[in-house]
């Protein structure tokens, strides 16, 4: 069953952790906030946000060349950028692996070992499989700036997940 809950930020002992890190992004894959439990059958997700009024809309799972992805959907249902104000929040999600959209065209095969990235994406339109691809290399795109160039609110951040602890 699909669990989400919100912790404010303001004096979290995990605050530390996200010093450079930006609205909609995870922590680094080596402190496993975000982590996949394969025995459980689920995955977990703590994104920073601005405020606690996001929902989660869908998580898809998809491979761009051979590289997997979850695109985590949420959206607080405004136009309005987050990714450059004040993080406040932290969104934790737990998502059943049976309950992620699969846009792939082989089913969900995940290793233990694996690391899968996860752009976290902030629209209030509903967004669908066939534009995921889009996402994606809008994200790669501009990884490595500190902006992703995309039209707001139509924003992304993310991280890596790897086997839980």
Do not use: W
Request: net charge positive.
């Amino acid at each position: 069953m699909r669990e989400i809950k919100f912790e404010e930020l303001k004096n979290h002992t995990r605050k530390p952790f996200y010093k450079q890190k930006k609205n909609l992004d995870l922590a680094d894959k080596g402190k496993k906030f975000s982590y996949l439990n394969l025995s459980k059958k689920y995955v977990r997700f703590e994104i920073l946000t601005a405020n606690d009024n996001f929902k989660l809309k869908n998580v898809f799972f998809t491979i761009q060349n051979n590289k997997k992805y979850f695109i985590v959907h949420i959206s607080d249902n405004t136009p309005i950028s987050t990714r450059s104000l004040a993080s406040n929040y932290l969104m934790n999600i737990k998502e059943p692996l049976s309950s992620i959209q699969n846009c792939s065209s082989s089913p969900i095969s995940l290793s233990v070992n694996e690391e899968i990235d996860v752009i976290v994406f902030n629209d209030e339109k509903q967004i669908f499989c066939s534009i995921l691809d889009d996402i994606i290399n809008s994200y790669s795109k501009e990884k490595n700036t500190d902006e992703k160039d995309l039209i707001q609110p139509s924003e992304a951040g993310g991280g890596v997940i790897v086997k839980g602890p």
